[in-house]
């Protein structure tokens, strides 16, 4: 099983900025993706950023410019940095990662970090 560990989540004033990491730990043979996505009350949950093994990265255009993903592979962690947050970033964020363990490759998902931003 792999266990994703969420931090760094919190209130910010608009115009701020938040760090979120996630940490992948477990019995992992490889991750091809990383990722955060968000879902604010009554809407669909939305991939906001991500990155894969190879150094791609590709963002939703309500963040570019202003999220920054970034990954180690060595320690299995994914980070976002987000800066001029907005009161419309104001959701849960999920780490996601696709890892390939003994038995094949799985989707898993963090637990979640709340992000408030206030206007």
């Known amino acids: 099983q792999v266990q994703l560990v969420e931090s760094g989540g919190g209130l910010v004033q608009a115009g701020g900025s938040l760090r979120l990491s996630c940490a992948a730990s477990?019995?992992?043979?490889?991750?091809?993706?990383m990722g955060w996505s968000r879902q604010a009350p009554g809407k669909q949950r939305e991939l906001v950023a991500s990155?894969?093994?190879?150094?791609?990265?590709n963002y939703a255009d309500s963040v570019k410019g202003r999220f920054t993903i970034s990954r180690d592979n060595a320690k299995a962690t994914v980070s976002l940095q987000m800066n001029s947050l907005k009161p419309e970033d104001t959701a849960v964020y999920y780490c996601?990662?696709?890892?390939?363990?003994?038995?094949?490759?799985?989707?898993?998902w963090g637990q979640g970090t709340q992000v408030t931003v206030s206007s």
């Open positions: 996601r990662v696709i890892a390939t363990i003994a038995t094949g490759q799985y989707i898993y």
């Open positions: 477990g019995r992992i043979f490889s991750i091809s993706f």
């Open positions: 990155t894969t093994s190879g150094g791609s990265t």
